[in-house]
């Protein structure tokens, strides 16, 4: 069974950080593209950051010089290391495979359950 676990989330001041991570059983998180979605209620799912086969990253300009995106090869995990942290970042947070990154939600096969980070004085 082809599973993705997202995990580290949880309630943060504004300015914190927090270091989320996405984990896979079933298939191994090394040969496919990884990128991460969050959900704010009442609006649509967006991709911020995706991390490809070959390494290459790339972010969403909300989130550019704040988050950053990396692969654990040796534990088949991407984290998404999240600074400065805003009250406009609180969301489930989700993490997906694929075979290339992408914006669209469609373009991945797989996803995780969510973790939801609060950012909240």
């Known amino acids: 069974q082809l599973q993705l676990v997202e995990s580290g989330g949880g309630l943060v001041q504004p300015g914190g950080s927090l270091r989320l991570s996405c984990s896979a059983s079933g298939f191994i998180l090394d040969y496919r593209a990884v990128g991460w979605f969050r959900q704010a209620p009442g609006k649509e799912r967006e991709g911020i950051s995706c991390?490809?086969?070959?390494?290459?990253?790339n972010y969403a300009d909300s989130v550019k010089g704040r988050f950053t995106i990396s692969r654990d090869k040796a534990k088949s995990t991407v984290h998404l290391h999240m600074s400065n942290l805003k009250l406009e970042d609180t969301a489930v947070y989700y993490c997906a495979a694929g075979v290339w990154c992408s914006d669209y939600t469609n373009e991945y096969e797989d996803w995780g359950q969510g973790t939801q980070v609060t950012v909240s004085s």
């Open positions: 991390i490809d086969r070959a390494g290459e990253t």
